[in-house]
């Protein structure tokens, strides 16, 4: 269960990327290990997995593959070498991948060479649990959402700061030597208006295979390795928890015996779980006063 366990973060970690398989796009996610491998594809309508140990990966290696005997862990590093460029936009060109829906679920089928022989893969997906689903991708892109809100607040602030900056030098009398470079003051307002009527309608109609571009990849793996931080800091204050009783009884041998009432309550005490507090994003910083400094505009 342990190895299982560290499967399962290492796969929280790994971004989304876009896949295409015929006239399809995809989003998923695969993690290998010489344990096994776990696989995350959704179509943005269902989500779908696979988690297969290195038991069932040598059961079906034999099905597939009846000419092949190698070890297990040759066929996962073989599938990890097949996998990760597709997932990276570039699939071997002696590679073939394609998918088959069914009522239990989704099978992807994966055809290449392996030591100069055919190679066969079926991945057996079948519909995700919805925890799984809520901390890949719900959880996740709420964060996102909320730390990219924060990040275009700290930006306006600064644009503001700067249009201060730009107009203190023209009130001290410095002149722009290529008038090309002049700007207009920052309006928040008319940017938003700006942004829903024009910049919003052209994301939208980048299709779905662009949701999760190589920044926003870079933003969900920062997301994801917060939260793995965040709960193993929870694990441990739990552990810490677990072990107080016992470290108060040591400093204490010979304390005398408390009544069984007063076992049950203060048993029910230690073990009530502490609330973990709500962290709240930090408002931008307040405006400095700009600095004057002369001659950058002449």
């Not at 108060?248 to 502490?274: C, F, I, N, V």
Request: proline fraction near 6%; hydrophobic fraction near 35%; include cysteine.
């Amino acid at each position: 269960m342990e190895g299982s366990e560290e499967l399962e973060s290492s796969l929280l970690t790994q971004p989304w990327a876009s896949v295409r398989f015929g006239e399809s796009s995809f989003l998923a996610k695969v993690c290998f290990r010489d344990t096994g491998y776990i696989l995350l594809i959704s179509d943005l309508s269902c989500v779908w997995y696979e988690r297969a140990g290195a038991e069932a990966v040598g059961q079906r290696s034999k099905e597939l593959n009846k000419r092949l005997t190698v070890h297990v862990s040759s066929f996962l590093n073989h599938l990890c070498s097949l996998m990760c460029p597709l997932l990276a936009g570039q699939p071997g060109a002696t590679t073939a991948f394609s998918c088959h829906h069914s009522p239990s679920g989704l099978r992807l089928h994966v055809k290449s060479e392996l030591s100069g022989l055919p190679f066969y893969w079926d991945f057996h997906c079948c519909p995700a649990p919805l925890d799984m689903v809520c901390r890949h991708l719900v959880r996740p892109l709420i964060q996102m959402n909320l730390a990219l809100q924060c990040q275009v607040q700290e930006l306006i602030s600064l644009l503001l700061q700067k249009d201060a900056e730009i107009e203190d030098y023209r009130e001290s009398g410095a002149t722009l030597s290529r008038d090309r470079l002049r700007t207009e003051p920052f309006r928040e307002e008319a940017f938003q208006q700006n942004f829903v009527a024009q910049t919003l309608p052209r994301i939208c109609s980048a299709g779905e295979g662009q949701v999760f571009a190589s920044a926003l990849q870079q933003l969900y793996t920062a997301v994801t390795q917060q939260e793995l931080r965040q709960a193993r800091k929870r694990h441990c204050s739990e552990d810490d928890v677990d072990r107080a009783p016992t470290a108060e009884t040591m400093k204490h041998p010979h304390s005398p015996a408390a009544s069984q009432e007063d076992e049950t309550t203060s048993s029910s005490e230690r073990t009530s779980p502490a609330s973990s507090p709500v962290q709240k994003p930090r408002l931008p910083a307040a405006k400095a006063k700009p600095k004057k400094a002369k001659g950058l505009f002449s």
